[in-house]
């Protein structure tokens, strides 16, 4: 298997106070706990972490304080994509430089809607540039373009610090052609956590989630479970957690899980413009649902 970075990468929040301003202390405690709560990895600056609205001195400054506060208890990958291939390859170089994540993470480049051969390329040009091992990110619900087994397949095959997908598209069919065209040891995670268990039965590796934020440990049972044929318990678990894996984007994700992470005590609830944190209404019913989550 190409990819060492675990089976549960969390998709981490960035912690802001109430002008918006990052909270970098709250960076590396919510980091601290997410590696001590089952996460093998985190991704920071990624949608979760509010990325589009992140200046490129604050992510190296939240990678920075993320790698020290794992202290080698979790791999960490960086969220390191745009539409533009250009610029991404310059941050990606840049990420190289600094030494401090083990994977980067980029997408599908986004309003552009490259074709195939545009994603081919731009992925090229990317792994070519890139010392670290680089996944890919298909989410055509926020990029407006789905990108094929095919491509994801030729690419896997052709570079080898190509390592894994992270597939967020409710497509079951896409990840049985993945399996069959892709390298025995390309990594697909699931980019939804409510699909993981799922797309497990057919092949995919893990998962990079929101809900480990909250349920970590419980999300890293249910895929050990399965894993080990303990299905009966893995799909007791995925059943027991579905509600909230639902409920957490009910509202633009992160708002709902920044939510629970200040109802839990963790980090502050802020977010940046254009999102806008849950009125009282929206907040009472999520931690009614989360309340009601027992394991």
Do not use: W
Not at 190 to 195: I, M
């Amino acid at each position: 298997m190409r990819s060492n970075l675990g089976e549960v990468i969390t998709a981490m929040a960035t912690p802001m106070d109430e002008r918006g301003s990052i909270d970098y202390e709250g960076a590396e405690r919510l980091a601290s706990y997410l590696a001590d709560h089952g996460s093998d990895a985190i991704l920071v600056c990624g949608t979760t972490g509010e990325s589009p609205t992140l200046l490129k001195s604050e992510k190296f400054e939240i990678l920075s304080s993320v790698k020290r506060a794992v202290n080698g208890k979790a791999k960490v990958i960086m969220g390191a994509g745009s539409n533009s291939t250009g610029e991404t390859i310059e941050f990606v170089k840049s990420v190289c430089k600094e030494e401090l994540a083990d994977a980067i993470l980029t997408v599908v480049p986004y309003y552009n809607k490259p074709s195939q051969n545009g994603m081919y390329a731009h992925f090229s040009e990317v792994a070519k540039h890139s010392e670290l091992p680089v996944i890919m990110y298909n989410i055509p619900s926020r990029t407006g373009v789905n990108m094929l087994p095919e491509t994801a397949a030729k690419l896997a095959c052709e570079f080898n610090n190509i390592i894994a997908l992270k597939q967020s598209c409710p497509d079951m069919d896409m990840i049985s052609e993945l399996k069959i065209k892709c390298p025995k040891d390309f990594v697909i995670y699931s980019g939804d956590d409510s699909l993981t268990l799922p797309m497990m039965s057919i092949g995919v590796d893990g998962v990079i989630s929101v809900a480990s934020h909250l349920f970590g440990k419980e999300i890293k049972s249910m895929i050990r479970n399965f894993k080990t044929g303990e299905i009966v318990a893995a799909k007791n678990m995925h059943i027991t957690l579905f509600p909230i894996f639902k409920k957490l984007f009910f509202a633009p994700n992160p708002v709902p899980v920044k939510a629970l992470l200040e109802y839990k005590g963790i980090i502050k609830e802020n977010v940046r413009l254009p999102l806008l944190t849950l009125n009282d209404n929206e907040k009472e019913q999520l931690i009614k649902v989360f309340n009601s989550i027992t394991v």
